[in-house]
């Protein structure tokens, strides 16, 4: 059975920072890549960030490219998202996800299995 946990979120000022970690087991976690994704209230589910399977490869939504960062660690079966410079507009339920093949991509319905999510609160 895969499990998919998110950790590190938190309340926050504008300007500051939080780091997300997602452990995930069950899952030959080197195999495949990885992504954060964010959903706001009344709003859609949406792409933040996706790694591949060897970290060699990052995508960002336009919206947090130069902000955020996001890392793996396979030895620990660990995927991070650095957010600094938060703006209230960040403000959201962060979902770790595992993608369904090695390469990063974008697409929602590439990803199979999510975390229940962790709460970001970004106050101006």
């Known amino acids: 059975q895969v499990q998919v946990v998110e950790s590190g979120g938190g309340l926050v000022q504008a300007g500051g920072s939080l780091r997300l970690s997602c452990a995930v087991s069950g899952r030959t976690f080197s195999s495949y890549a990885m992504g954060w994704f964010r959903q706001a209230p009344g709003k859609e589910r949406e792409f933040v960030a996706a790694?591949?399977?060897?970290?060699?490869?990052?995508y960002y939504t336009d919206s947090v490219k130069g902000r955020f960062t996001i890392s793996r660690d396979n030895t620990k079966n660990t995927v991070y998202l650095q957010m600094n410079s938060l703006k209230p507009e960040d403000t959201a339920v962060y979902y770790c996800?595992?993608?369904?093949?090695?390469?990063?991509?974008?697409?929602?319905?590439?990803?199979?299995?999510w975390g229940q999510g962790t709460q970001v609160t970004v106050s101006s």
């Open positions: 790694i591949s399977w060897s970290g060699g490869d990052t």
């Open positions: 996800a595992t993608g369904r093949r090695f390469a990063a991509v974008r697409d929602l319905e590439e990803y199979d299995y």
